[in-house]
C-alpha cells in the first residue's frame, strides 16, 4: 500500500540554522510529492510540489526516486517557519492525495 | 480569494447521535472531499467526490458515514451514529482538476461524548 512516512513528529531549531524535514514514501510507480503546511490557526495549504521544482519562502525538496525520499530543506530557518508540515503523495489515476504524519517545526528566536 | 468554508466550527455531541458537518467548496471546483485528523494523528482520506457520486473511498469510511451534494453549493458529511472514536477534526477540500493541490477548509472539530 502506499505510505508516506515522517519520522520525526518535533524538530526544533534556532533562528538561522538549516532545517531538513524528512518525508519517504512507498510506491513502485511514479508518485506526485508535495508539502503541506499548516500555520497556527490557519487552514493546511499547498507549500510546493515536486513537479514544480520551485523554491517557496526559501524551502526546496527533491525527489529522490532511489531513496524514495522527498524531504524539505531551508538554509535559513525563521521564527515565521514555525508550523505543522505534512508530506503528501498522490499517484496513479487516483484523486485521493495522502499525508504523512506531520512534523512539528519550532524555531527559537 | 475564494475559500473552502466548513460548519460548525466545533460540534459537541452524544455518543449514537447523527451529526452532519457542512462545507461550501470553491464555486467552480468539480472535485470534493473530506479528510478526518484525530488529535495527534494523521491527516486521513475519507472520501473523495465527483460528478454527484463518491469516486474513492478509504476503510474508514463505512456504512455509517455517508455524503451528499444537495445544491450546487454545498457538500456535506453525515455520520449517522457517532461513536467516542468519531471525535476529530474533519477537514473539507475541494479542487478544480486533480492535481494535488486541495484547497482545505478550516475544519469541524467534532466531540463525542
Known amino acids: 500500500a502506499q505510505r508516506v512516512t515522517q519520522p520525526e513528529k518535533l524538530l526544533s531549531v534556532f533562528k538561522g540554522a538549516p532545517v531538513e524535514l524528512k518525508c519517504n514514501y512507498s510506491y513502485s510507480g511514479s508518485p506526485e510529492l508535495f508539502w503541506y503546511v499548516q500555520y497556527s490557526r490557519q487552514r493546511l495549504q499547498l507549500l510546493l510540489r515536486?513537479?514544480s521544482r520551485e523554491s517557496i519562502k526559501g524551502f526546496t525538496a527533491d525527489l529522490n526516486k532511489g531513496e524514495t525520499s522527498f524531504h524539505l530543506k531551508k538554509p535559513f530557518a525563521q521564527e515565521e517557519d514555525s508550523a505543522m508540515y505534512y508530506c503528501?503523495?498522490?499517484?496513479?489515476?487516483?484523486?485521493?492525495?495522502?499525508f504523512g504524519t506531520g512534523t512539528r517545526l519550532q524555531v527559537f528566536p | 480569494e475564494p475559500e473552502v468554508t466548513q460548519t460548525p466550527s466545533h460540534q459537541v455531541t452524544q455518543m449514537g447521535q447523527e451529526v452532519i458537518l457542512r462545507c461550501v467548496p470553491i464555486?467552480?471546483?468539480?472535485?470534493f472531499y473530506w479528510y478526518r485528523q484525530i488529535l495527534g494523528q494523521k491527516v486521513e482520506f475519507l472520501v473523495s467526490f465527483y460528478n454527484n457520486e463518491i469516486s474513492e473511498k478509504s476503510e474508514i469510511f463505512d456504512d455509517q458515514f455517508s455524503v451528499e451534494r444537495p445544491d450546487g453549493s454545498n457538500f456535506t458529511l453525515k455520520i449517522r451514529s457517532t461513536k467516542l472514536e468519531d471525535s476529530a477534526m474533519y477537514f473539507c477540500?475541494?479542487?478544480?482538476?486533480?492535481?494535488?493541490?486541495?484547497?482545505f477548509g478550516e475544519g469541524s472539530r467534532l466531540t463525542v461524548l
Open positions: 464555486s467552480n471546483h468539480l472535485y
Open positions: 503528501a503523495l498522490i499517484w496513479g489515476n487516483t484523486d485521493k492525495l495522502i
Open positions: 515536486h513537479i
Open positions: 477540500a475541494s479542487v478544480l482538476i486533480v492535481t494535488g493541490e486541495l484547497f
